[in-house]
């Protein structure tokens, strides 16, 4: 593997274009910046023919995983195939060369696509009103989670407290905690579920709110749901869902039908944006009743003389520039109106049928710790492998990078010992998912862990000491 920077690659003298010499006399021109201001020296550009720059960017290029080359089977992430349609809507001139200042009567096409996809997805949780803003999951939540905040400062309630399961995405408790709350870890119970009665022990005049993932970070739908959310409703307290994990539920149920007040979507994740590289993405937060008056503004709303913004009555403010990232909402816009209604809920069926075939073909070779049908994604655990053999969940992700395929989540969720959270969406075929099957089976039958050790043999770094790597990255050869 070719792993020279392209500073490295650099030859003195060595040039891609070379015009002709001007021949035309330059116009004396007053300097545009300061005397003494300017360079003494060039820039230490590197040197390289045209050629030398496009093989090493297309090198580049494929040393790149993705959903578009292969199989990316990422727990929580919803790796899915994100249709090129979406990307011909989102380039479309009349969406990209809008500016973020038009006058909004000059802009219509734009609004009306903002409002009937805040349409679209409140239909989709059963929500009142959506807003757009929110830049990213963590981002909605935190927007939520201030939202309520301002709410019961309103009402004159001191509730400071949020209750996260111990099974949550790290993100619940962090934005709790940034949004100004305590966090409180609630235990689940045997079954990976949420316990009533922990539940219960905990709520009181001081809760804000439960934040709850479902399906669970597990892949299993709480089977109490409307329970859980009448017992925090019972106690004044707030229920949010963190909506992460929509493709699992796409037109077959709601988050409002089951009593919550509140839910952010990833559009990146279930309305099939690319992502994973830190690109731009949306959360969108759906919110009921006295809530919708705190949601951040500016919303699209529909008048008489068309569409224009508007901002709630007791509205938290703005939390993003302009109007989030509209780029990501033209996509979601398009996945939507492309699929429309049957095809939403064909997706989420598939998703969920994947994930539990491949649960099938694995659940012997590996410890299957929370049994049963699962949503879109699952939980197994290489424990008994590492007992045995001395094969850990990272021996295992390791394993699959040398066979070609990107690992699962490993070691999340945090109450599974050795984690592997495989999420297989929709958008893959049968054989593919047989292929992954049979690495897995693969790496599960190998006597000792010492083969896995080496791996991944042929990627452009082998093992690294993960600690090291991320503390001090050397990303100079
Ligand atoms: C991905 C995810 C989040 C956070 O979303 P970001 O867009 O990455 O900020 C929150 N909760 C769950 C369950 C998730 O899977």
Redesign the pocket.
């Known amino acids: 593997m070719d792993a020279q920077t392209i500073f490295e690659k650099s030859q003195p003298g060595r040039l891609g274009v070379m015009p002709p010499l001007s021949d035309v006399p330059l116009p004396s021109q007053p300097p545009m910046w300061p005397s003494g201001m300017g360079r003494q020296e060039a820039p230490p550009l590197p040197e390289l023919s045209e050629l030398d720059v496009l093989r090493h960017f297309v090198g580049l290029s494929q040393k790149n995983y993705s959903v578009d080359t292969q199989f990316y089977p990422l727990g ?3 790796m899915k195939y994100n249709p090129r349609l979406n990307e011909r809507m989102a380039a479309l001139p009349g969406f990209t060369q809008l500016h973020p200042l038009s006058d909004p009567q000059q802009a219509q096409g734009a609004l009306e696509l903002m409002y009937s996809l805040q349409e679209a997805l409140g239909e989709i949780t059963g929500m009142e009103a959506v807003t757009l803003q929110p ?7 935190l927007t939520a989670l201030m939202v309520m905040a301002a709410y019961f400062r309103s009402r004159g309630e001191e509730r400071h407290l949020v209750l996260v399961p111990d099974s ?5 408790p962090a934005s709790a905690a940034l949004a100004g709350f305590q966090v409180v870890t609630l235990p689940s119970a045997a079954n990976g579920l949420v316990d009533m009665l922990a539940l219960e022990s905990h709520l009181g005049p001081q809760v804000a709110c439960l934040m709850l ?1 479902n399906p669970s ?1 597990l892949g299993h739908f709480e089977t109490q749901i409307e329970e859980i959310c009448e017992l925090c409703h019972r106690h004044g307290a707030l229920v949010y869902y ?4 929509m493709n699992a539920l796409l037109g077959l149920a709601r988050p409002g039908d089951m009593g919550f007040d509140m839910v ?1 979507l ?1 559009l ?2 279930t309305f099939s944006t690319p ?1 994973g590289g830190g690109g731009p ?3 969108p937060v759906g919110a009921r009743g006295p809530l919708v008056d705190f949601l951040p503004g500016p919303l699209v709303a529909k008048g008489e003389r068309g569409y224009h913004f508007m901002t709630p009555s007791q509205s938290i403010g703005r939390v993003r520039t302009f109007w989030g990232n509209f780029g990501v909402l033209v996509k979601a816009w398009a996945y939507i109106r492309h699929l429309g209604a049957p095809g939403l809920k064909a997706a989420s069926l598939h998703a969920i049928l994947a994930a539990n075939y491949l649960q099938e073909l694995l659940k012997e070779a590996y410890d299957l710790p929370y049994p049963g049908r699962c949503m879109h994604e699952f939980v197994l655990s290489a424990h008994n492998l590492k007992a045995e053999k001395g094969i850990k969940a990272l021996d295992v992700a390791k394993g699959l990078l040398e066979r070609g395929f990107h690992a699962p989540t490993v070691y999340f969720p945090l109450i599974v010992e050795e984690a592997l959270m495989i999420e297989p969406t929709e958008t893959e075929d049968v054989e593919t998912l047989e292929a992954f099957a049979q690495a897995m089976l693969e790496i599960a039958r190998q006597e000792t862990a010492e083969d896995l050790h080496q791996a991944p043999r042929h990627l452009p770094v082998s093992r690294l000491d993960e600690a090291l790597a991320a503390r001090r990255p050397v990303l100079k050869m």
């Open positions: 929580s992430c919803t830049a990213a999951g963590a981002h909605g939540e949550s995405h790290g993100t619940n993932t970070t963190d909506g992460a994990n952010h990833n990146h994740k992502h993405g949306s959360g």
